[in-house]
């Protein structure tokens, strides 16, 4: 009899709660902002002049000459699709959101020199995570359950490790992961005792066949609040600073479940291994939130009236943030397990008697740099270009910026009500690495930071857009932007090993980023109304749990495509 037990090392076995992949899904920004913005695919770094350039080049303050107040509405449907093995499964919903509301004052000044100073406040709608995607893997290579005996083949657990009290919250420090504990009790992963070695075992071996299903579900908003400075000197060159304060909320509901023909599952009546068909489902829910700040600085310089040259500059934004993971469970379906035990709830699981957990860790996103150009011509044509730089490979996780303590939620429920909330609300330093696979590492951050270089890569954006008046108040435009893939080509390959968040082992690797703008605008005195359509594409691969980076051909993945329509509207005045 042969298994295919998943080659699981130290980076898919000790993912704790902060993940690569929450770490991309939640630093990579949308085209929001004004309508006329975003027609021009936000190619406004040497232009200025508008209310989203606040959040984009704080230069572009300084254009403006006059004050203005606006809002920005819009209409996104967004549309999903899930392929694999000639399978293709299709999800789409439509929200409304506010993309952008502020204004902007300007001070006149006795002076030749610095005529104005422009102060600028801005909300603007930076991302919107609501997206969700479900589909079918046939033709399973291994399992899910092999994964599992994976992370215990790699702890050297034994059954006792598993079946210990108190095992969620090991007063000894003990290491033993959740997906361990909760595959022994759903029958996943099976001991099998030869002399002093214990061996794990999944449910797919020789003759086993099946599928995976999969249901995943995100929500939640990046909100930006701006607080911009500018001025000009003699209308050549302008300048601009502006602090960011950013409100994060991302959650994720999960579901990954397989059904497997000619399975290896432990009968408990008999006391061993028969093969048997196994259906199972593993549910996971997860939100992070908290709020965090940046900083940028920006230039536009214009020589001539016909050409516009910036430069901005942003910090990473500095997250303090907290995170709850609740409603975790693993169902099964064997046919051992009657229909009076599975009305009692015999066939479901839930780690430590299902009791939400928390924890709380900073972090720092991807510094950015963005160069620009625009150019006019005879007043009535404008074609601008912008070049953004994305250092990705420093994101970095750290512990709480007003906690002294590490919480390790692979292997302590910790409460986030407080010291005694439903239970003893387990704080330790993080002693943790110490036993595990992981003990080379300081610390759990420096391990999850050092998986993040390896799948993360440095990415490049250019946004290209064209305006042109066509008389009587009216402009009409259109845009381009492309990014390149956040995500490493090692990673892609399946040869990097990535880390889960909580009990969740699944995560995307998102692909390159497209957007094709237009829109129309009108301009009567000092009102104005633009209406812009975007269009964005993005392809990723989705994946359950951790690569067998020895056989990647073996693990399960899912080809995702997603698509987003925008319909924006924007209103303002200039006084």
């Not at 929500?219 to 000197?233: E, M, P, R, W």
Request: proline fraction near 4%.
């Amino acid at each position: 009899m042969i298994f295919i037990v998943s080659a699981v090392t130290a980076g898919s076995i000790t993912a704790n709660a902060q993940s690569v992949g929450s770490a991309l899904a939640v630093t990579q920004n949308d085209l929001n902002g004004t309508a006329r913005f975003m027609s021009m695919a936000g190619a406004f770094g040497a232009l200025g002049g508008d209310l989203s350039s606040l959040s984009q080049n704080p230069a572009g303050i300084g254009v403006y000459r006059t004050s203005e107040v606006g809002i920005s509405v819009g209409i996104d449907h967004f549309s999903s699709s899930a392929k694999a093995g000639g399978q293709d499964h299709q999800v789409g919903n439509t929200r409304f959101n506010l993309k952008n509301i502020g204004g902007v004052y300007t001070l006149k000044l006795p002076s030749q020199v610095l005529p104005n100073l422009n102060i600028g406040f801005t909300y603007n709608k930076a991302a919107d995570f609501h997206r969700r995607y479900k589909g079918v893997i046939p033709n399973l290579g291994t399992s899910f359950s092999n994964y599992v005996a994976g992370i215990a083949n790699s702890y050297g657990l034994t059954e006792e490790d598993v079946t210990s009290s108190d095992r969620y919250n090991p007063s000894n420090g003990a290491t033993v992961p959740w997906l361990a504990i909760l595959g022994y009790d759903g029958y996943l992963a099976n001991p099998d005792v030869i002399g002093n070695q214990t061996h794990w075992y999944g449910q797919f071996g020789q003759g086993t066949s099946g599928v995976g299903l999969f249901d995943v579900s995100e929500k939640g908003t990046l909100d930006s609040y701006n607080i911009a400075l500018g001025t000009n000197i003699s209308n050549v060159v302008f300048l601009g600073i502006d602090f960011d304060i950013t409100s994060l909320d991302y959650r994720m509901s999960s579901t990954y479940g397989e059904s497997l023909n000619n399975a290896y599952v432990y009968n408990p009546d008999i006391k061993r291994v028969e093969k048997m068909n196994s259906d199972f489902d593993f549910h996971d829910l997860y939100r992070a939130s908290g709020t965090g700040f940046n900083f940028k600085m920006g230039v536009i310089v214009k020589p001539i009236q016909e050409l516009r040259l910036g430069f901005s500059f942003q910090t990473p934004t500095y997250y303090n943030l907290s995170e709850t993971y609740s409603d975790n469970y693993l169902w099964f379906d064997y046919p051992f397990i009657t229909e009076q035990e599975k009305l009692k709830g015999a066939n479901v699981v839930y780690p430590d008697d299902n009791y939400p957990a928390g924890n709380t860790y900073s972090f720092r996103t991807p510094w950015r740099l963005t160069a620009s150009a625009a150019g006019v011509i005879a007043n009535r044509v404008i074609i601008s270009a912008d070049y953004e730089w994305s250092s990705y490979r420093t994101m970095k996780y750290g512990e709480s910026y007003n906690d002294d303590y590490y919480y390790d939620p692979w292997y302590d429920w910790d409460y986030p009500w407080g010291d005694w909330g439903w239970g003893y609300y387990s704080k330790r330093k993080s002693n943790a690495m110490q036993g595990s696979p992981r003990a080379s590492y300081n610390d759990h951050y420096s391990y999850v930071n050092s998986v993040m270089r390896k799948v993360t890569r440095n990415t490049n954006t250019i946004r290209i857009g064209a305006e042109v008046r066509v008389g009587a108040g009216f402009s009409v435009r259109a845009g381009y932007s492309y990014s390149s893939s956040p995500v490493s080509s090692q990673a892609k390959a399946k040869r990097v090993d990535v880390p889960g968040t909580g009990l969740m082992s699944s995560y995307t690797l998102d692909n390159e980023t497209s957007y094709i703008t237009c829109g129309v605008g009108y301009r009567y005195r000092g009102f104005y109304a633009d209406l812009a359509y975007i269009y964005k594409h993005q392809s990723s691969e989705y994946l359950p749990f951790s690569p067998d980076i020895e056989n990647p051909h073996l693990s399960p993945s899912a080809k995702l495509d997603f698509d987003k329509n925008t319909v924006a509207l924007s209103v303002g005045y200039k006084f």
